[in-house]
Structure formats: structure tokens, C-alpha cells
């Protein structure tokens, strides 16, 4: 798994190999065209652990339609790469314009807990 602390950063390669893989326990929504709300568990402090051991907190957040369509690509456990080259022939842009949008896209993914990149 890429480790979002990890001292060194994977290598470009790296990235566009590694397979972007949903986080189980998110939850899907209120499903529509032009929206999907997904709700993510919260990773929990220490004093929190502390004061109440089985309190789950979560947070929701709402997919337009071009992030419905990259959330249900990703369920079928692509590379990053793949996913690029998919979203460019599909939105009709060029692969590197693919890649910079989803660069961002996916960053935010994995910094709210909803997905992971696992190196293959």
C-alpha cells in the first residue's frame, strides 16, 4: 500500500501502476445521475479512543456526475494508468490533461479516507 506519510515519495511509475482500490466501509447514497453522497468513517484521535472506545464518526461527501463516473471505474480495481487513458477516450481530452484532473482528484480521494493505492 503507498503510504500518504512515507518519508520518500513513489516514483511516477509507481503511481501509475498502482491500483486504486475503494475503502469497504464507505458507504453509497441518494445515488442519482448527478450526484452520489459517500459517507467515510473518521479515523479516530487517541483522547477520543480514550473517552469513547466505540463512538464512530464519519463524514459525507457529495460526487458529481464526472465523480460518479471515476468512483465507479475504481470499483473495478484499475491502475492509475488505466484509469487515466479511460477518463481521457471518455471525456474526450487529452491523457495529459486526464492525468493532471485526476492527479488532483484522486489525492483528495485518498486524503478523505475513501480510497487507497496499492502497489502491484
Known amino acids: 500500500m503507498l503510504n500518504r506519510k512515507a518519508k520518500t515519495k513513489p516514483s511516477r511509475e509507481e503511481l501509475m501502476g498502482a491500483v486504486v482500490v475503494r475503502n469497504p466501509l464507505v458507504k453509497e447514497s441518494g445515488r442519482r445521475e448527478e450526484s452520489l453522497r459517500l459517507t467515510a468513517p ?3 484521535s487517541g ?3 480514550l473517552i469513547a472506545p466505540r463512538s464512530t464518526r464519519s463524514k ?4 458529481d456526475a464526472v465523480g460518479i463516473w471515476v468512483w ?3 470499483a473495478d480495481q484499475m491502475t492509475v494508468a ?3 487513458r479511460d477518463f481521457a477516450a471518455q471525456h474526450g481530452v487529452e491523457v495529459k490533461e486526464a492525468e493532471n484532473v485526476l492527479a488532483i482528484f484522486l489525492r483528495t480521494l485518498l486524503q478523505r ?3 487507497t493505492l496499492i502497489r502491484v
Open 60 to 63: 459525507s461527501f457529495e460526487l
Open 113 to 115: 479516507n475513501l480510497i
Open 42 to 44: 473518521l479515523q479516530t
Open 72 to 74: 465507479d471505474r475504481i
Open 47 to 49: 483522547l477520543r479512543k
Open 82 to 84: 488505466a484509469l487515466i
